[in-house]
């Protein structure tokens, strides 16, 4: 049985990770790392995980095949790079680092080592964004994220909540992207709204954000030559064709974390890494995700 690492046990880690990585002890054998012993044995009542180390050192000592990084965002970096260097495949959760010139560096190493680097943009795997994806001849796209009223730093708000949006646009897009124009509106420090538009030959992309917009809402919407579909919090798509607009759900007995795309997006990493097959989310795509975010930072 493959060991598959995690590091960083946090809020992210324990809403949307480690109860699916549970359901998936009979296939890997899950190693932990935490200092907090409590929590350690808190995660081992709950779900039954018996493998728990307190360093970074130690579970690489274990040689699993991979390891998920959950720990902050600053940290990633030197966690990644002694992760590659000892030859272990990292999924990571975005962004990989808020400096470009890391993420490159990062995904330049794990060619080198022949390893697979994945970005969790978890969005990519929710299944009707997943149909989006499958629309041929979109013309126009809108990936759009809504907050109440949400003060966040401009920097923070960007890699933390825009990036989402960034990235759906840039997974729905289907061409080469020719021209990229963007806005954004701050308020003593605070970003208000945030815009990127991305041109190709025969499609635009609206990326949309709104930190103060009356209600917290998720869309994204491809229009083609045949038709117009929304997809509304990951979770209800709208078709529109003439004379006619067909609503659809979700399943009721579906799991949010199907819904959100984060049990595909695990299971397509943890087969990727275990078969040898193409990184689920591809470095390049992800690399321009991340230049797209620091290009809007630095028109700050």
Same mark, same amino acid.
Request: with cysteine; net charge negative; charged share 25%.
């Given at each position: 049985?493959?060991?598959?690492?995690?590091?960083?046990l946090g809020n992210i880690a324990q809403k949307a990770y480690l109860p699916v990585m549970a359901t998936l002890q009979?296939?890997?054998?899950?190693?932990?790392?935490?200092?907090?012993? $409590?929590?350690? &044995?808190?995660?081992?009542?709950?779900?039954?995980?018996?493998?728990?180390?307190?360093?970074?050192? &130690?579970?690489?000592?274990?040689?699993?095949?991979?390891?998920?990084?959950?720990?902050?965002? /600053?940290?990633?970096?030197?966690?990644?790079?002694?992760?590659?260097? $000892?030859?272990?495949?990292?999924?990571?959760?975005? /962004?990989?680092?808020?400096?470009?010139?890391?993420?490159? $560096?990062?995904?330049?190493?794990?060619?080198?080592?022949?390893?697979?680097?994945?970005?969790?943009?978890?969005?990519?795997?929710?299944?009707?964004?997943?149909?989006?994806?499958?629309? /041929?001849?979109?013309?126009? !796209?809108?990936?759009?994220?809504?907050?109440?009223?949400?003060?966040?730093?401009?920097?923070?708000?960007?890699?933390?909540?825009?990036?989402?949006?960034?990235?759906?646009?840039?997974?729905l897009m289907d061409e080469n992207i020719k021209k990229v124009d963007d806005f954004l509106v701050t308020n003593d420090?605070?970003?208000?709204?945030?815009?990127?538009?991305?041109?190709?030959?025969?499609?635009?992309?609206?990326?949309?954000?709104?930190?103060?917009?009356?209600?917290?809402?998720?869309?994204?919407?491809?229009?083609?030559?045949?038709?117009?579909?929304?997809?509304?919090?990951?979770?209800?798509?709208?078709?529109?064709?003439?004379?006619?607009?067909?609503?659809?759900?979700?399943?009721?007995?579906?799991?949010?974390?199907?819904?959100?795309?984060?049990? /595909? !997006?695990?299971?397509?990493?943890?087969?990727?890494?275990?078969?040898?097959?193409?990184?689920?989310?591809?470095?390049?795509?992800?690399?321009?995700?991340?230049?797209?975010?620091?290009?809007?930072?630095?028109?700050?």
């Amino acid at each position: 049985m493959e060991k598959i690492g995690v590091i960083g046990l946090g809020n992210i880690a324990q809403k949307a990770y480690l109860p699916v990585m549970a359901t998936l002890q009979d296939k890997y054998e899950w190693h932990l790392t935490t200092r907090n012993e $409590a929590k350690g &044995e808190m995660l081992e009542k709950k779900y039954g995980f018996k493998h728990f180390h307190q360093t970074l050192d &130690e579970l690489i000592a274990e040689k699993p095949l991979a390891v998920f990084v959950h720990t902050p965002t /600053p940290t990633h970096f030197e966690i990644i790079k002694q992760l590659l260097n $000892a030859g272990i495949n990292v999924y990571v959760d975005k /962004p990989i680092s808020e400096e470009l010139s890391e993420v490159e $560096a990062l995904y330049k190493l794990a060619a080198e080592k022949n390893l697979m680097l994945t970005c969790g943009f978890n969005r990519r795997f929710a299944p009707f964004n997943q149909e989006l994806k499958q629309i /041929p001849d979109k013309r126009t !796209i809108v990936a759009e994220k809504i907050r109440e009223d949400a003060v966040q730093p401009t920097k923070f708000a960007i890699f933390d909540l825009m990036i989402h949006s960034v990235d759906t646009a840039v997974y729905l897009m289907d061409e080469n992207i020719k021209k990229v124009d963007d806005f954004l509106v701050t308020n003593d420090g605070n970003l208000e709204q945030g815009y990127i538009t991305l041109t190709g030959s025969k499609s635009r992309a609206q990326i949309i954000t709104n930190m103060i917009g009356g209600s917290n809402l998720e869309l994204a919407i491809v229009q083609s030559s045949q038709t117009r579909k929304v997809v509304t919090n990951l979770s209800a798509m709208q078709t529109y064709q003439t004379g006619t607009i067909t609503q659809n759900s979700r399943p009721d007995w579906e799991n949010t974390l199907i819904t959100r795309g984060f049990e /595909p !997006i695990i299971k397509a990493f943890l087969q990727a890494v275990s078969e040898g097959s193409e990184n689920p989310v591809s470095p390049d795509s992800a690399i321009l995700s991340h230049k797209l975010c620091v290009d809007l930072v630095n028109t700050l």
